[in-house]
């Protein structure tokens, strides 16, 4: 972890950061610890929406990874700047620690946020154009009459014109 830990800098993306954070907590703690630790800290309306299981899943809702990736890597963001500010961790009180916890986990969730509205807005039309989708959709035939398929039957005039080239390759010979 040193040599990351000497590569790992504020200007590195939040996304990145996460995945670094995750994967150095998942070593010693399972998913639902990091689950737990981020979502506990959450609203009750924000927990409601990634309840599992659910009976009718929630399409549009943001993944959870984005939100478990934002908020770690933006709280690991500022735990640099403050690591970076105080040389002696042995100095660092509690207070401090909290307030660049909870100054990370919001501005993560917030950049995760805005991530989500640029790309919810670049999908807004796909539900339009799948129900369009289904409305042309071939029929059957077309299914079962594809060109090079081997499980279909030759078609009548497809037959007669393989019967001709038959014949008149048996006459050339």
């Known amino acids: 972890m040193y040599p990351l830990n000497e590569q790992l800098s ?35 309306k924000w927990r409601e929406v990634f309840e599992f299981p659910r009976p009718d ?14 908020s770690i890597g933006d709280i690991m963001r500022e735990f640099l700047v403050l690591t970076a500010r105080t040389r002696d961790l042995e100095k660092l009180d509690e207070a401090s620690i909290a307030q660049s916890f909870a100054t990370g986990a919001r501005y993560g969730l917030k950049q995760a946020a805005d991530l989500y509205q640029r790309s919810h807005a670049k999908t807004r039309d796909i539900p339009k154009q799948l129900a369009a989708l289904a409305a042309d959709f071939p029929s059957p035939q077309r299914f079962t009459d594809m060109p090079g398929d081997s499980r279909t039957a030759p078609k009548p005039k497809a037959r007669a014109r393989r019967a001709t080239k038959k014949k008149r390759r048996s006459q050339k010979r």
Request: hydrophobic residues 40%.
């Open 57 to 70: 899943p929630c399409l549009t809702c943001p993944p959870v990874d984005l939100i478990e990736h934002a």
């Open 10 to 44: 504020i200007k590195t993306p939040i996304w990145e950061l996460g995945g670094y954070a995750l994967d150095a907590i998942g070593r010693h703690a399972g998913q639902c610890t990091v689950r737990s630790w981020i979502f506990d800290h959450l609203p009750v």
